[in-house]
């Protein structure tokens, strides 16, 4: 395929900067300042430096081998983006954005949250730099993810409730690009996943390929050759951007993104923006959308914070449309499942994100002979859902008192 | 020729700076707006700017996001529905230009060509997309030019270099952002304003207007002196939205539009 994005930030008809001209010298900007930095080696070596020996990367590529038995079909392997510092895969993104904010004389740093992973993940290396940070956040994600919450105000975060709409990440990322055009001067937006208008789905992709090229350099040692199928969770699309783009040249290794179905595609209640969304602009970029007719774009819902986006990053777009990677949904009860069982057989409690991957990989692993080979990123893990999971499972919290 | 070009042409000729008020349609309903504009047009207004309603108002502020939940809401008002009010406010007798003011996602879900032909036919003189930048703007600046809708780009104190490129390629007039940030009352504007505006000023033959956070007559007359045009949005809004239980009360309707009129005529001076 060829290089995308192109010098508009055009992942074929995708991307692009629907901005209020307001923000447009701020792109600008901060693209002319990644052109330069990506090249420059003392930047690299600061951005590696963190995540070897802050996150604690390399992450482990491990072999699921119960799992892999109880499903009976292929090996799954899971890459660990769970046992990055912070939990989850997001500080990858951080970390380069941070670096990247500090080098461009910016104070002040804004970032959006869903999960929450993202915004701990920016209070995090807002702490490590020393930058100032606000942390936009859903009044409903608020409730859902306190713990989250608490965890940014102790690294020193201002966490900003947002009121407006449907009061979760899409509401939250428009008062995110609402603050930075009111504050463009002098604050740096870190936006948290591969959307939003050119350069941020092209940089965090960037930022985030360190998954998938670590994944490929794991998988050829572990096993000699490359996997048959690639499977990760979308919402905003990073963790899957991150694993995808490595291979994106290498036809024979599938790749999947498991979107969020909420309590089915059949109901208004789901995240499914590549199974009922149509092509729209949203957010700073042209993509996939979840709308109605006339163009409104309509609220998401799933068990997943993190996923409970009616967006999706243009790049993944243009790899739905050219046939490169299949999206398929998965639902809340489904995900639920997939979490209880993987906590049962591995041990390790994934976040309701990841627990969409790992739930297509219960339906594809079965089907595949078992010499294939089934790479799942497992992007967090579940401390932060921990007690939204006891709600919906209905266990009584005060049980045990 | 276009109506909001023999509008500022006339304007010049008598030395008056016009006065944009901008309205969301449909809030508290499509009779209602119709009917707003004609008590604004009487009350001094110049032209009008349509807000069309959108569930991701990025460039706007509380006040016209929560006119927008409203109309959505409880109307379901869509772009078609706004383009028709120009329509029947123009059956009504009103004759001044009609600017729509809409985020792009309607405008590209509803189909450009068949978008410029219902503009065109319904009697709209210009376009306003705030999230179509330079960049992403040919194709509708093309169909736009050839149905004669003036396509008005917004340039703000941050567009520096950038001013000269949006000026030269602009139609009908230049809408210069008076501050950073979004749609919304505010007292202070930004530092660099007054040379701002020269920059434009400097760089178009066209007309230019000034707009974000101008709401009161103080506001209009600092401007006046600079720019051939003042939008007045927020402010008008917000007296929208205190009006509502009086316009929806068929005997009190006529005091609410009073209210709205009073205050536009005001900032008219």
Redesign the interface.
Known sequence: MTQVPDV?GRFGAFG???????????LLELEEAYAHYSKDQAFQDEVRYLLHKYSGRPTSLYYAERLTKHLGGAKIYLKREDLNHTGAHKINNTIGQGVLAKRMGKTKIIAETGAGQHGVASATIAALLGLECKVFMGEEDMKRQQLNVFRMQLLGSEVVPVL??TRTL??AC?ET??YW?????DTYYILGSVTGPHPYPMMVRDFQRIIGDESRQQILAEEGRLPDYIVAAVGGGSNAMGIFYPFVNDDNVKLIGVEAAGRGVDTIEHAATMTKG?H?????SMSY?L?D??????PAHSISAGLDYPGIGPEHAYLKDSGRAEYVPVTDAEALEALQLLSRTEGIIPALESAHAIAQTLKLAPTLDKDKVVVVNLSGRGDKDVEAIMGYLGVDKHESH | MNLIDTAFARLKSEGKTALIPFLTMGDPDLQTSVDIIQALEKAGADMIELGVP???P??D??VI?RAS?RA?LHNSI??VDCINVAEQAREAGVEIPFILFT????????GLKAFFELVQSKGISGLII????M??DEEVRQLAEAANVHLI????????E?VTR?ARKAKGFVYC?SS???TGVRADFHAGIDEFLATVREATDLPIAVGFGISSREQVARFEKQCDGVIVGSAIVRKIEEAIPLLQDTEQREVGLKQISDFVAQLKG
């Open positions: 508009n692009g900067r629907y901005v209020p001209e307001t923000l447009m010298t701020a407006s709409g899409k509401d428009n690009l609402r055009v009111s504050h463009v001067e149509r729209g602009i949203f957010q700073g959308v709308q007719e006339h163009g409104q774009v309509q | 959108y569930s991701d990025l460039a502020g509380p996001q939940e959505l869509t772009l985020y792009y996602n309607p405008v590209f879900q509803y705030p999230d179509l930048p960049e992403e780009p917004l340039v703000a104190p941050t567009s520096k950038r949006i952002v950073l940030g979004v």
